[in-house]
C-alpha cells in the first residue's frame, strides 16, 4: 500500500505540489535569458529538439539562466557563492516530503549544484515580501550531474506555500518537482461543501489493485479528464474478482453526493461501479476494519458523469470505488463536508505543521492571548482530544 504513513512508499506517489494543475506557478527568478523559469513546472516530461536554435542559442526545454563571470580579468570566474535562483508558489501548500530536480538534457550547461529552500507565507505575497521572508533549506547544496533525474527526500514536517530552487553558480534545470502531503488551511474549508477526495484539499488514492495503464492519481486530480490517459485505467480481467481504488479524504467528513466520471471511457468503461466507507476516525485500520456501503453497485454507462445523491449521516475518513468487472474511469468527486471529528483532526494536523510565529499568529488573530497562544505553540505536537478542542475552540469558537 503506498500511503503518506507507509515509510516505505515512494515520495513520487505523493501530489505533486508544484503542479500547474493545482494553481502553482512561477513567482520570480533572477536570471532566465536562455529559456524560461516556467518551463519548469511544465508536467510532460522536457524534450530535446537538436539544432533547433533562436536569437539566444539552442532552444531548451527547461530553465536556464545566462553564464555567470567574475568581477574583473584578474577574476573571470563566480564565486561559491554567485549563484542564480527561481522562486516557486507550490499549488496547494503541504509539508514536502520529497524534491525532484531534473537535468534532462543539460549535459554541458547543467549547474555543478543546487539546493532547495522554502518559506511559509499566508495570503498572496509579493515577490518583494517573499525575498524578505524566512526561508528554511529542506535540500542542502548538492552536486548535480547532467541529464540526471535528481531525488532528494526531505524529513522537514513543517507546511510551506513556497519554494526556491538555487542553482550554482548558473546553468538549466529542465524540471522541478515537490512531492507532498497537502494540508489545507481548516478555516477556509469550515462550514462549507466541497470534494472530500479531491487533491487539492488533501485526498489522496493511497491504493489500487491496478494501475497498468495510468495512475489511480488522476481519479481526484483537479479539472475533468480531457483524453483517456487522463484517467485511471487497468488492464483487461481474466478472472471473477473486480478492480478497486483506495481514498483517503482530506478530513472526516460525510458523503453527501458522489460523481462517477467515465468521460472519454468509451469502449473499456466498467459495467457497473460501487462506492465502500470507512471510518478510521475510532482508531481502526481500513486494511483489516470493517468497510460499509456508501453507493450500491450501480450500472455505468460510457463517456459518462454519473451523479447520485447519498444518505448523509455517517462519517467516512476513507472510500474505496469497486468498478465491475474492470475498466477506466476519468474522474471520481464526492461532494461532502467535514464533520466536528474530521475538522478538529484536520486543524490539529495543520496547527502542528505551522511554522512557530504562524502558529502564534492564528491563535492571536482569533482572539487568544498572546501569552496563551506562545505556549500552547510551544506545547507542540499537540495531540489528543483535548488538545484538538484546545486548538478547535481557540480557531472557531465552538
Known amino acids: 500500500m503506498t500511503t503518506a504513513d507507509n515509510p516505505s512508499a515512494p515520495f513520487t506517489e505523493l501530489v505533486n505540489l508544484a503542479s500547474r494543475l493545482l494553481g502553482a506557478g512561477v513567482v520570480a527568478t533572477n536570471e532566465d535569458t536562455f529559456a524560461d523559469a516556467e518551463n519548469l513546472l511544465v508536467a510532460k516530461p522536457a524534450e530535446f529538439r537538436p539544432h533547433t536554435f533562436g536569437h539566444k542559442g539552442q532552444i531548451m526545454d527547461g530553465w536556464e539562466s545566462k553564464r555567470r563571470r567574475g568581477v574583473s580579468a584578474d577574476q573571470p570566474h563566480p564565486t561559491d557563492e554567485d549563484h542564480d535562483w527561481t522562486i516557486v508558489r507550490l499549488g496547494a501548500a503541504g509539508v514536502v516530503r520529497g524534491v525532484i530536480v531534473d537535468t534532462a538534457h543539460f549535459t554541458g550547461n547543467y549547474p555543478e549544484s543546487a539546493s532547495v529552500e522554502a518559506a511559509s507565507v499566508p495570503g498572496h505575497p509579493s515577490p518583494e515580501e517573499l525575498q524578505d521572508a524566512e526561508w528554511t533549506t529542506i535540500v542542502p547544496r548538492t552536486a548535480l550531474r547532467g541529464d540526471t533525474v535528481h531525488e532528494f527526500a526531505v524529513t522537514d514536517g513543517t507546511r510551506y506555500t513556497h519554494v526556491r530552487l538555487n542553482i550554482f553558480p548558473d546553468g538549466g534545470v529542465a524540471r522541478l518537482r515537490v512531492h507532498g502531503e497537502v494540508l489545507p488551511d481548516p478555516r477556509e474549508l469550515d462550514g462549507l461543501t466541497f470534494d472530500l477526495a479531491a487533491q487539492e484539499y488533501g485526498g489522496v488514492a493511497e491504493a489500487a489493485s491496478d494501475r497498468y495503464f495510468s495512475s489511480p492519481h488522476n481519479l481526484n ?6 483524453v483517456m490517459g487522463d484517467g485511471w485505467e487497468t488492464r483487461r480481467r481474466r478472472d471473477k474478482a473486480n478492480d478497486w481504488v483506495q481514498i483517503a479524504l482530506a478530513g472526516g467528513g460525510e458523503v453527501l453526493a458522489v460523481e462517477v466520471d467515465t468521460s472519454c471511457f468509451v469502449a473499456n ?10 471510518d478510521a476516525s475510532t482508531g481502526a485500520d481500513p486494511a483489516d476494519g470493517e468497510w460499509f456501503e456508501l453507493l450500491p453497485r450501480t450500472r455505468l454507462q460510457p463517456d459518462t458523469r454519473h451523479r447520485f445523491r447519498l444518505d448523509a449521516g455517517r462519517a467516512v475518513t476513507h472510500v474505496r470505488i469497486n468498478v465491475h468487472p474492470d475498466g477506466g474511469l476519468a474522474r471520481l468527486r464526492l461532494t461532502g463536508r467535514l464533520t466536528r471529528a474530521g475538522r478538529a483532526a484536520l486543524a490539529l494536523r495543520w496547527f502542528n505543521a505551522l511554522p512557530a510565529t504562524e502558529a502564534v499568529a492564528a491563535l492571536t488573530g482569533a482572539g487568544l492571548g498572546a501569552d496563551e497562544a506562545a505556549a500552547l505553540t510551544a506545547a507542540r505536537p499537540a495531540a489528543g482530544p483535548a488538545a ?11
Open 269 to 278: 468503461a466498467p459495467g457497473w461501479a460501487d462506492l465502500i466507507g470507512f
Open 221 to 226: 486530480a483537479p479539472g475533468r479528464a480531457s
Open 388 to 398: 484538538a478542542e484546545t486548538v478547535v475552540r481557540s480557531l472557531f469558537g465552538n
